[in-house]
């Protein structure tokens, strides 16, 4: 595709419910990134693919979290039992990967927990 | 100490002046660097790549220095839709891109 796209834009749920968030990277990009940017704070790295395995989940910050990618196409980050906390914006981007890094973000799905 | 620091501003700038950012990173083995804006509410975009020698782009120019684990952005002729926040980006050689907190500008008119 011609960006990085990711649904929902926006999401809205209750406390507890589990909620799945779509990456659909730039064709051809192997790595792909997600980030967590609350209001008014810097980007929260939370897990790294390249290709379909993830060598870097260390800001996964708890359990609750979970993503999976296929092949070099789609990813879905996943967050179970969401709580109050969670609430932010999640921003995923790809890459060419070696040796050339830039990255480009899609718009982010902004999620609010009630 | 944070892997990439940046001072978080706010830096207010009168239209037309010059600024400058740095940005300080922790590993000496980091691979590469970048610029990127990131407007209210928006996504980042990538302003510009770092490369080793320095690199130039229109009003923009950006800086590496190795030995002291800094690079650094400089806007000349800054316009109001200057007006963002700018964040460091280092790879670290993982291809784990690591963000800065941003510096956020403001050129007032």
């Known amino acids: 595709g011609a960006g990085v796209s990711q649904s929902p834009s926006n999401k809205v749920t209750e406390k507890g419910k589990d909620v799945e968030l779509r990456c659909d990277p730039i064709?051809?990009?192997?790595?792909l990134y997600w980030y967590r940017q609350r209001l008014g704070q810097g980007l929260e790295f939370l897990i790294y693919f390249q290709g379909n395995s993830a060598p870097d989940k260390s800001g996964l910050p708890s359990d609750r979290f979970s993503a999976e990618r296929t092949g070099e196409s789609v990813s879905t980050l996943t967050i179970q039992r969401t709580q109050q906390e969670d609430s932010a914006v999640y921003l995923c981007?790809?890459?060419?990967?070696?040796?050339?890094?830039?990255?480009?973000f899609g718009q982010g799905t902004r999620l609010t927990v009630v | 100490r944070k892997e990439v620091e940046q001072d978080p501003g706010p830096f207010n700038v009168p239209e037309g002046a010059t600024v400058a950012f740095n940005c300080t990173y922790s590993?000496?083995?980091?691979?590469?660097f970048f610029w990127y804006r990131q407007d209210c509410r928006k996504e980042p975009k990538l302003l510009m790549s770092v490369y080793s020698s320095g690199n130039e782009d229109g009003r923009f120019t950006a800086q590496l220095n190795r030995a002291s684990q800094y690079i650094s952005l400089l806007i000349r002729d800054s316009k109001l839709s200057d007006s963002a926040t700018y964040l460091c980006?280092?790879?670290?050689?993982?291809?784990?891109?690591?963000f800065g907190t941003g510096t956020r500008l403001t050129i007032i008119p």
């Open positions: 590993n000496s083995a980091s691979q590469s």
């Open positions: 980006v280092v790879n670290f050689g993982n291809e784990k891109l690591t």
């Open positions: 981007a790809s890459s060419l990967g070696p040796p050339r890094s830039e990255a480009f």
């Open positions: 064709s051809g990009h192997t790595a």
